[in-house]
């Protein structure tokens, strides 16, 4: 029998969601495509600037996905890692993560930044599609 610790590494913990992550989830992967589907886009997005080191922001990453998933088609998530696309943080002002921004109609709408509570996500998301 494997020790706790290294059995965990062999066959990992998965956790079950209730709700199924957006489809509509995507990895920003450089300025370009950020213009093309988050600025083009004509479904709101919530923009998640994020750094793999942060810590917060391993907890908000799956809140945000659960709550948008669970707005079907109505809303996108664009996730941007700030080391991969740092210019895109400084040019949206990013001074610290996690930063969301609400973005409808290629303008910044609402933004907020810091680990959040489910509630106040909802309404944040609530406010961006008008529900």
Same mark, same amino acid.
């Given at each position: 029998?494997?020790?706790?610790?290294?059995?965990?590494l062999?066959?990992?913990?998965r956790?079950?969601?209730?709700?199924?992550?957006?489809?509509?989830?995507?990895?920003?992967?450089d300025?370009?495509?950020?213009?093309?589907?988050?600025?083009?886009? /004509?479904?709101?997005? %919530?923009? #998640?600037?994020?750094?793999?080191?942060?810590?917060?922001?391993?907890?908000?990453?799956? +809140?945000l &996905?659960?709550?948008?998933g669970?707005?079907g088609?109505?809303?996108?998530?664009?996730?941007?890692?700030?080391?991969?696309?740092?210019?895109?943080?400084?040019?949206?002002?990013?001074?610290?993560?996690? /930063?969301v921004?609400? %973005?409808? #109609?290629?303008?910044?709408?609402?933004?907020?930044?810091?680990?959040?509570?489910?509630? +106040?996500? &909802?309404?944040?998301?609530?406010?961006?599609?008008?529900?």
């Amino acid at each position: 029998m494997l020790p706790r610790r290294l059995a965990r590494l062999v066959h990992p913990v998965r956790r079950l969601s209730t709700c199924n992550p957006s489809q509509a989830a995507f990895t920003v992967q450089d300025e370009e495509d950020f213009r093309d589907r988050v600025l083009g886009s /004509s479904t709101p997005v %919530v923009v #998640d600037f994020h750094a793999q080191w942060c810590g917060p922001c391993k907890l908000l990453g799956p +809140r945000l &996905e659960t709550i948008i998933g669970g707005k079907g088609e109505k809303v996108h998530l664009a996730k941007v890692d700030i080391d991969n696309v740092s210019d895109l943080a400084l040019d949206y002002g990013v001074s610290a993560v996690p /930063s969301v921004l609400a %973005v409808k #109609d290629g303008k910044v709408v609402d933004k907020f930044v810091g680990l959040q509570e489910e509630s +106040r996500i &909802e309404a944040f998301v609530n406010r961006l599609i008008g529900e």
